[in-house]
């Protein structure tokens, strides 16, 4: 079956600093790929997403490339800020799978001043 | 603004006692999804539905019911036979094009805390 792995948490950065987090993936269809984040207390807002392999998303500073060659989907950002501290999960959809979303298990991020 | 409503925030369970969770969405999304997370781990899905009157069983279904009347609607029944519920439950919705091979995005609501009494 499908699967996400993200590495684990904490990950503890001084503000301007730089995060990659890194998710790999295992499908068996075509699927395309989310990263969602939560703020303590909340749902999940999505970040961003590919849905082909070499499409690059994008938001808020937040960048991540499908590598369909290595099954990854690593989030980066080049300056982090104290309010990016939150949980982001990396997640596939696969249509072979009626569109559910398969998650990695988070990976927390605290940003410090 | 649309989005996807849960209530209550909060809510509690006796022993024996079934409790049902409200999820609401005005974006005219056709597929609903609930999800259980624990504290620490990621998301799991109990059930999800597509349209109407139709719904499937997720990874960790056993303990829990749903029902799809109407579009906006996919309320969550955490029966008693679910003898951990003490989790964050969170609802989420998409569109559904069998027409074309991009996954759409799901948007979720803000969960519900449910804890044992």
């Known amino acids: 079956g499908d699967s996400v792995t993200q590495m684990e948490g904490p990950v503890t950065l001084s503000e301007e600093a730089f995060l990659t987090i890194n998710c790999t993936y295992t499908a068996t269809g075509y699927p395309s790929l989310f990263w969602y984040v939560q703020y303590p207390g909340e749902g999940l807002q999505l970040l961003l997403k590919?849905?082909?392999?070499?499409d690059k998303g994008s938001n808020k500073g937040f960048e991540a490339t499908y590598r369909k060659e290595t099954t990854s989907f690593h989030l980066e950002k080049g300056s982090v800020q104290v309010s990016d501290s939150a949980v982001y999960f990396c997640a596939l959809s696969d249509r072979a799978a009626g569109n559910k979303l398969t998650f990695g298990g988070g990976t927390r991020v605290l940003v410090k001043p | 603004d649309g989005g996807i409503t849960q209530s209550p925030k909060y809510l509690f369970r006796k022993e024996g006692q079934n409790v049902t969770l409200s999820c609401e969405q005005n974006?005219?999304?056709?597929?609903m999804y609930w999800y259980r997370q624990d504290p620490g781990q990621g998301l799991r899905l109990i059930y999800y539905s597509q349209i109407v009157n139709d719904f499937q069983k997720g990874d960790i279904a056993e303990g829990y019911s749903v029902s799809r009347e109407k579009k906006e609607s996919f309320p969550l029944t955490v029966t008693s036979a679910q003898k951990n519920p003490t989790a964050f439950y969170l609802c989420?919705?998409?569109?559904?094009?069998?027409?074309?091979?991009?996954?759409?995005?799901?948007?979720f609501g803000d969960g519900t805390r449910l804890s044992i009494l």
């Open positions: 989420a919705s998409s569109l559904y094009r069998t027409t074309t091979l991009i996954n759409q995005p799901q948007h």
């Open positions: 590919a849905t082909k392999a070499d």
């Open positions: 974006l005219n999304h056709d597929a």
